[in-house]
């Protein structure tokens, strides 16, 4: 059971690994997360380290990214000089985090680089390359305004701090009374009829209709 147990781990850190590095981060950082998530306990750098084969340094280095975007937690022992870590389970903070963390500094960047081309352009209106200003400014407009709306939607996203995404981890107290009362709407519903709805005489359907 061990042996499975471990390869199931093993398969989840590589997996998420290769899906960091998918989008352009480095790989340790989803080996990482996924080790952590699949540990009741938490671990330290040494640890990890052994664990994912790789060295001191490399976890060190990402374990810092990772606390810093939220998607692991660092805390102390009593008489244990160690760093120990823990994993963020609310998968909508760690996506909040990474979009926070890296995403909003590139957006802002691209935002930037648009406004002021644009400015650049202006100063181009009475020059001889004014025809060809003309179609730069009319393209990186319609591009600033893309990109104007999706910077509203990407910070509306971010501002939904109160939506949880691993709701299957944090039960509702009150699951075990409302399935009650599904279920007794349910056998309300399939309580003994007096007629067949399909084959009464007020209302018959063909077999063959219902093929």
Aim: no cysteine; hydrophobic share 35%.
């Amino acid at each position: 059971m061990a042996t499975e147990l471990t390869k199931v781990r093993e398969n989840l850190s590589q997996s998420l690994g290769q899906l960091a590095e998918f989008a352009g981060f480095n790989r340790s950082l989803g080996q990482i997360y996924g080790l952590l998530y699949l540990n009741s306990k938490a671990l330290s750098l040494g640890e990890i380290a052994e664990e994912l084969g790789v060295s001191k340094g490399n976890v060190s280095l990402n374990t810092r990214v990772m606390e810093r975007w939220g998607l692991i937690k660092l805390f102390n022992r009593a008489a244990d000089r160690r760093d120990y870590y823990e994993v963020e389970i609310d998968f909508w903070k760690v996506i909040q985090g990474i979009l926070q963390g890296r995403e909003r500094k590139k957006l802002d960047d691209i935002g930037s680089l648009l406004t002021k081309s644009l400015k650049d352009l202006e100063k181009l209106k009475s020059s001889n390359e004014e025809k060809d200003a003309k179609f730069y400014h009319e393209r990186l407009q319609h591009m600033l305004e893309f990109y104007e709306l999706f910077d509203q939607l990407f910070s509306a996203l971010l501002a939904m701090d109160d939506f949880q995404a691993n709701s299957s981890l944090q039960p509702d107290p009150d699951r075990e009374k409302k399935q009650e009362l599904i279920d007794e709407e349910g056998a309300n519903l399939h309580q003994q009829r007096d007629y067949d709805p399909f084959y009464s005489d007020a209302f018959y359907i063909p077999v063959a209709a219902l093929n």
